[in-house]
């Protein structure tokens, strides 16, 4: 029986949050070894949990080693990368004979001291037990470098924004690797790097240019000799010298041509990765009327970017325009504790706004409120299925403009799970405030009936400008543009 060790290092870093990721943040989300790996994945929607269903339908030995995923924020602080790596490394070399390994992660991670850290892993795992295949699964967001492709045998990213392929890409990476083993050589690879920064908006898998790309990709993994193939848009807000727009493929014959098609086929469509905003003030009143819910998308306080998820431009901009029946939820401890601190059913307290001036001036909640104690709840949606998520201490005020969650910890909306378990039904709202860019269409996107992106401040911001870069490669599209340079890297991908 073939045994293939599964762990990974999985974080998407935003640079420009000035908190830092630490072992807590990871443990908080998701962190575990051995036997317990394998019984916080099997089942889930994820990258191993598909690994280990594919691994064990088709008699292969999935071997726990460790896995640490964290939620988007800050620079990971460099002890708690090493501390996840010694565990990792040291339950690979422990584990016995490993025919092959899959690692998920994430591919736009950043660790202080360490520029490229999912080579580092890949790296230290051949160094302590030699060089057995492996493949890496690889977030849509990934921002890869040059290295890395060299490193791994195969390297799979997601094919889907919101990202519901997860499992899938978890069971390829398995396939692949199932018939790697016993070859005398790895498949050849060809890697294209274009300097393209695209942002989460405008990256949407169902919608254009990402939609014909994605099925671009899609047609050349069934090619013959094509074993893999994955166009990643990268992270703009995960400063570094890795950004830009990705192209991989894998093939017995043909990877570089392959891979210059599809890269020349992405360059082409550089001018079209672009998204429409609205004022705050608009989009509210803009909700008065017509069919609901409206999804309100907060587009630059993404709490799946990174942003901390306590902005309050929707909010005030809903009071303003006398709007109700709306439904948000807000990312504020110190305002669950207070609220659940005061006597009575009625609360009046200022909440948001805290973790950064930038984010809002904090929001005048008043209304009866339901204190809910601690909440956790399993996801059933497309997204990360049967994932358990905890959101700590949630606080729900009915106040004029509508239903206001107030959570402990930062949650994503990845699914409407995390409204119907406090009672709140967003299908009968007005209005839905959504932290995020693309993947809460995964929860609210089967029966939104309108959607307008708001320009709102945040970590995430959909105008690439907004943005102080310290660190990154020159020149980029759309932040410099030249007809002479943009040519010359047209040409250069026949190269
Ligand atoms: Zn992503």
Redesign the pocket.
């Known amino acids: 029986m073939l045994r293939i060790g599964v762990g990974g290092i999985w974080q ?1 870093t935003n640079t420009f949050v000035p908190r830092a990721t630490t072992l807590r943040d990871f443990e908080n989300y998701l962190l575990a070894e051995g036997p317990a790996l394998l019984d916080a994945v099997r089942g889930t929607g994820t990258e191993l949990g598909g690994a280990v269903a594919f691994a064990e339908q088709n008699g292969v030995q999935p071997v726990p080693l460790c896995f640490g995923a964290a939620l988007p924020s800050g620079v990971v602080d460099g002890r708690a990368f090493a501390t996840m790596l010694r565990a990792l490394v040291g339950r690979a070399r422990g584990a016995g004979p490993l025919d092959g390994v899959v690692l998920a992660l994430h591919g736009a991670m950043v660790v202080e001291g360490c520029p490229d850290p999912e080579l580092r892993v890949v790296t230290a795992l051949r160094d302590a037990i030699g060089d057995v295949p492996v493949a890496v699964t690889l ?3 990934a921002n890869v470098g040059p290295d890395l492709p060299r490193a791994a045998d195969f390297l799979v990213g997601y094919r889907t924004y919101p ?1 519901v392929d997860m499992a899938e890409r978890g069971a390829e990476a398995v396939e692949l690797l199932v018939r790697r083993i016993g070859r005398p050589y790895r498949t050849p690879y060809a890697f294209r790097k274009l300097p393209l920064l695209t942002v989460p908006l405008a990256q949407e898998g169902a919608a254009e240019p990402m939609r014909s790309l994605l099925r671009a990709v899609g047609d050349l993994t069934r090619r013959p000799g094509v074993w893999t193939a994955s166009a990643l848009p990268g992270f703009a807000y995960g400063e570094g010298d890795r950004l830009g727009f990705g192209v991989y493929v894998s093939a017995v014959h043909g990877a570089h041509g392959h891979a210059a098609d599809l890269a020349e086929q992405i360059w082409s469509q550089r001018e079209n990765f672009t998204c429409d905003l609205v004022d705050a003030d608009a989009a509210a009143r803009a909700t008065a009327s017509g069919p609901g819910p409206v999804v309100l998308v907060d587009v630059a306080d993404n709490v799946g970017g990174g942003s901390p998820g306590d902005g309050t431009a929707i909010l005030h901009a809903l009071a303003a325009a006398g709007a109700q029946g709306s439904v948000s939820v807000l990312w504020d401890p110190v305002a669950v504790a207070a609220a659940e601190r005061t006597d009575g059913d009625l609360v009046a307290l200022p909440v948001g706004g805290r973790s950064d001036p930038s984010m809002g001036t904090p929001f005048p909640l008043s209304g009866p409120a339901r204190r809910l104690g601690r909440v956790g709840y399993t996801r059933t949606g497309s997204y990360m299925r049967g994932q358990r998520v905890d959101m700590g201490r949630v606080v729900v005020v009915d106040a004029a403009i509508g239903t206001v969650v107030l959570t402990q910890h930062r949650v994503v909306p990845f699914d409407d799970d995390h409204l119907r378990v406090l009672g709140v039904e967003p299908r009968a709202a007005r209005s839905l405030v959504a932290k995020g860019a693309i993947a809460w269409k995964a929860a609210f996107g089967g029966y939104a009936a309108r959607t307008l992106q708001v320009r709102t401040p945040g970590y995430c911001p959909a105008a690439l400008d907004q943005l102080r870069y310290r660190h990154r490669p020159t020149p980029l599209f759309p932040l410099e543009r030249d007809p002479a340079w943009e040519a010359a890297v047209a040409a250069g991908l026949r190269g």
């Open positions: 998407e977030d849509y967001h990202h």
